[in-house]
């Protein structure tokens, strides 16, 4: 099984929005997400189009797409992106069958230099919902430390809940 990655392109936008969109309200609510607030399908592509071609130091968000043997299975998004110091990383495998196989942990170290370059981080930061189970294993696995565990509501699409809080410095990431 040969694991890849690549930064987003144009073809990948629709394929994105639809994996939240088509997601049951259970899935979402799974990983933190309402399915309430989700925006449409237009809007949603119309913003993720116009992030596509904008110079690093000015994006809001940018993805990397997973691929297994070719075909793409994943993605990973960053946003907060404060460039030249942190962002924040999240992460999504598209098909339930690929889950629990490790391969989270092996698109995650092709990932994180790339974003440590792209964006000249410093710092790299990611907050799961508590009860999401798989990315809380995989970031420990992957060298983030635990920082902190808190309530909040994470972003636009989430409702209220208790995050966990990791970090990675550019310094943990070399060693």
């Known amino acids: 099984m040969n694991t890849e990655i690549r930064e987003f392109v144009e073809s ?25 607030k989700l925006p449409s399908r237009e809007k949603w592509i119309q913003k993720l189009t116009t992030e596509l071609d904008k110079p690093y130091p000015t994006k809001k968000y940018h993805y990397i797409i997973w691929l297994r043997d070719g075909q793409a299975v994943g993605h990973s998004k960053v946003n907060h992106i404060n460039y030249g110091e942190s962002a924040t990383m999240h992460l999504h495998l598209w098909e339930n069958a690929l889950r629990k196989k490790g391969l989270g942990v092996k698109f995650l170290r092709k990932t ?19 009860k999401n189970i798989a990315p809380n294993k995989i970031l420990k696995k992957i060298g983030f430390d635990l920082v902190r565990i808190y309530t909040t509501i994470p972003g636009p699409i989430n409702f209220k809940q208790k995050v966990h809080r990791y970090e990675l410095t550019k310094e ?3 060693a």
Not at 113 to 123: D, I, R, S, V
């Open 172 to 174: 943990q990431l070399s």
């Open 12 to 36: 990948d936008i629709a394929t994105i929005v639809d994996y939240f969109l088509k997601a049951d309200a259970a899935f979402l609510r799974g990983m933190g997400a309402d399915k309430d």
């Open 112 to 130: 994180l230099p790339l974003y440590f370059e792209k964006f000249a981080l410093k710092k790299l930061i990611c907050e799961p919902y508590s």
